[in-house]
């Protein structure tokens, strides 16, 4: 729980959403916080490692009713919005790809959106991604612009922690 603290995440998300996930490698036992994919398969994070238990895959989180989409990066920034703006669970249909690498599992899942807002890093693969939804001409809108200045969600949350979270 420290870990996800260190992140700016409040406990009530966390436990909503993350699994602590025990592994081994070798004769040494590990653990990380883990969320879940929509392959069971699980995107792990620690201090100290970023991978996977599983495939590489995306999570699609569904919202009845909903024409649009949110298109979240990672799960720490999806995790991070609903921080910032003091929600449970999201107000539209919300896709967190676990990596830009996964871009294209994501794309049957936003035909027919009439809005799609992408939640990316302000780097190279974050603006390439965005670039690649644009030139499919999907109605997308980047909503990077709300942590400018940082290079992703989280980023701005850790170092901008949110007065009086859930």
Not at 20 to 38: C, I, L, M, P, S
Request: hydrophobic content about 35%; overall charge positive; glycine content about 6%.
């Amino acid at each position: 729980m420290d870990y996800i603290m260190s992140r700016g995440i409040p406990p009530l998300l966390a436990k909503r959403y993350l699994h602590e996930v025990r592994y081994r490698n070798g004769n040494r036992e590990y653990y990380a916080v883990g969320f879940k994919t929509d392959k069971d398969s699980y995107a792990l994070r620690s201090k100290l490692f970023k991978g996977w238990l599983g495939a590489s895959a995306i999570r699609t989180i569904p919202v009845a009713g909903s024409t649009s989409v949110d298109v979240f990066e990672g799960f720490f920034d999806f995790l991070s919005a609903l921080t910032y703006k003091k929600q449970l669970r999201p107000e539209c249909t919300t896709i967190i790809l676990n990596s830009t690498t996964n871009l294209a599992q994501a794309l049957p899942g936003l035909e027919g959106a009439k809005r799609i807002h992408t939640y990316f890093d302000n780097d190279k693969a974050g603006r390439a991604a965005y670039g690649q939804l644009r030139s499919s001409n999907f109605p997308v809108y980047d909503r990077s612009n709300l942590y400018a200045d940082y290079n992703d969600f989280n980023d701005m949350i850790r170092q901008r922690p949110v007065q009086n979270p859930l």
